[in-house]
């Protein structure tokens, strides 16, 4: 019965915000279409339809405000004017009761709030659609008293996620029957993507864990500070993390009275991102200025301080590979080559023409050098890249999709705060660096530093297996044995030789540049 009501609920809302004409606007059967024009009238649909729709889901709660938030980073799939619009949605709920916050603390933990922390504030410091927080005190196992951050899962979320995921996925349905344009959004694939997305930031651990990786990754860079995790008061439930002070990044006019340098600041904002994609693969994907402070104590004056690790985007070196050549290669207007890295990734079906893939890139590509390299967006020139790949049935990759949306908000934010941000000129050394390292003598170096352990246990065991393969020539397994050894064998020579020459090339070269000097 409550589904129903739901449901007529949600019916209400669309009819409200006209979101019906959106939907029956769209689909094939002309007697729909018809339909909707006919339903049109008596309602006042002056709104922009982005508008409309993002009051739509206010309206609606939380966690359709969330879906909002992750829908609008497919602008690979949406239109601008609703991505953009579904972008200002803000993630801010009234806070639950504290006693219920309790409740679930001593439940995580067995034990009497008294027991778990010194001091307990009863009235959270924030609250959003999943979780709310408030700040205590505990005594660490050396016996020191440590700010914290309490952060406390909502009461019945899988209960309340589960009926409305319910209802989005019967809505997703019916669009992608009815509806081609509908369909070309792919409502179905969407919906499941939020329900991963949802579970996994219903378990706090997992957020956690990811703090904890990026604290470790971002040690020595002393430009962003992340929480310390205290894995004695992690569960699934509660998680608890030291207590971080700064303003926040969107108090400019407090920042500049404060002393900060707000261009530096937005310089070390764009190599905290590059640095997490392009070193470690691994980045924080929900970089909005509500999870973003500055820090003005003095020891760690004018560093970030990050904030709420439910996402973060992964890479493999394949996934670094096609970032690092297709940004190097757009910006030498090389775009025959952007089009062989689509071939090449998998992504592009095998009977794609590459002359016309590459003209509609060039399409896509050639206006931005009319502008200054500053005034060029490269989360921007990603996209159209995914837009026009979508026209030669390429599926982009999630965590490329993840990437391009924060990649986004990094630029935005940036030049917020210093209008005449270059990001290239920032991006650059990260790329050049990267691609050095793929194919210079120190990949070579590692990779056979990598497979020395194998090559170790196996060479020993030539001279013995040679024997038992002159012994025995009519046995076929020792033979391939004895030949896939003396492959093995001949590809270590090879790459020993390679670095030789690699090692010539340069002894050689430095060689020739200090007689070049000399001679000078």
Request: glycine share 6%; aromatic share 10%.
């Amino acid at each position: 019965m409550s589904r129903f009501f739901r449901g007529f609920f949600i019916a209400w809302i669309v009819w409200k915000y006209g979101l019906d004409d959106l939907v029956l606007s769209s689909f094939k059967q002309p007697w729909l279409r018809g339909f909707g024009r006919l339903l049109r009238l008596g309602r006042d649909l002056s709104s922009p339809r982005g508008v409309r729709l993002r009051t739509a889901l206010e309206s609606l709660g939380p966690i359709f405000v969330k879906f909002g938030q992750v829908l609008s980073t497919r602008r690979d799939l949406l239109p601008m004017d609703i991505a953009t619009e579904l972008a200002k949605l803000q993630d801010r709920v009234p806070p639950f009761p504290s006693e219920i916050a309790v409740a679930t603390i001593e439940r995580a933990f067995g034990r009497p709030l008294a027991q778990i922390f010194k001091h307990f504030e009863q009235v959270p410091v924030a609250s959003a659609s999943i979780a709310q927080v408030h700040f205590a005190q505990i005594e660490d196992r050396q016996g020191e008293i440590k700010e914290v951050a309490v952060k406390v899962i909502r009461p019945m979320m899988k209960k309340v996620i589960e009926k409305d995921l319910a209802l989005m996925r019967m809505m997703a349905t019916w669009l992608d029957r009815f509806s081609a344009d509908g369909r070309r959004l792919k409502p179905i694939e969407v919906v499941a993507e939020f329900d991963k997305y949802l579970h996994d930031e219903l378990d706090l651990v997992r957020e956690a864990a990811n703090a904890a990786q990026l604290r470790r990754n971002m040690h020595g860079l002393n430009l962003v500070l992340i929480p310390e995790m205290y894995w004695d008061y992690c569960h699934q439930d509660v998680i608890v993390m030291q207590r971080m002070d700064g303003v926040p990044i969107s108090h400019l006019s407090r920042l500049v009275e404060a002393g900060v340098d707000i261009k530096q600041l937005a310089r070390d904002g764009v190599t905290i991102f590059f640095t997490q994609v392009f070193r470690d693969g691994f980045f924080h994907a929900d970089m909005h200025p509500g999870n973003i402070q500055v820090s003005l104590d003095a020891l760690t004056f004018g560093q970030y301080v990050s904030l709420d690790f439910g996402i973060v985007g992964t890479l493999t070196e394949f996934d670094k590979e096609y970032l690092a050549q297709n940004f190097t290669a757009f910006f030498r207007r090389d775009y025959k080559r952007v089009a062989q890295l689509h071939l090449e990734s998998g992504w592009v079906p095998a009977q794609t023409r590459i002359d016309e893939l590459e003209s509609a890139i060039r399409t896509v590509c050639e206006p931005y050098f009319d502008r200054p390299l500053k005034e060029i967006s490269l989360g921007m020139v990603l996209m159209r890249l995914f837009q026009t790949s979508r026209r030669f049935d390429v599926q982009i990759q999630p965590q490329l999709v993840l990437l391009q949306k924060t990649l986004l908000n990094i630029e935005g934010l940036g030049r917020e705060l210093d209008p005449d941000l270059d990001l290239w000129s920032t991006a650059k050394p990260f790329l050049e660096k990267w691609m050095l390292e793929q194919i210079g003598p120190q990949k070579l170096l590692e990779q056979l530093k990598a497979e020395a352990p194998r090559y170790a246990k196996l060479i020993p065991e030539l001279p013995r297996l040679m024997h038992e393969f002159l012994k025995n020539k009519s046995e076929p397994a020792l033979n391939e044995e004895v030949l896939k050894l003396l492959k093995e064998t001949r590809q270590t020579q090879s790459t020993l030789m390679r670095i030789l020459w690699v090692a010539m090339g340069f002894v050689f070269g430095m060689l020739a540049m200090q007689w070049l000097f000399q001679v000078a």
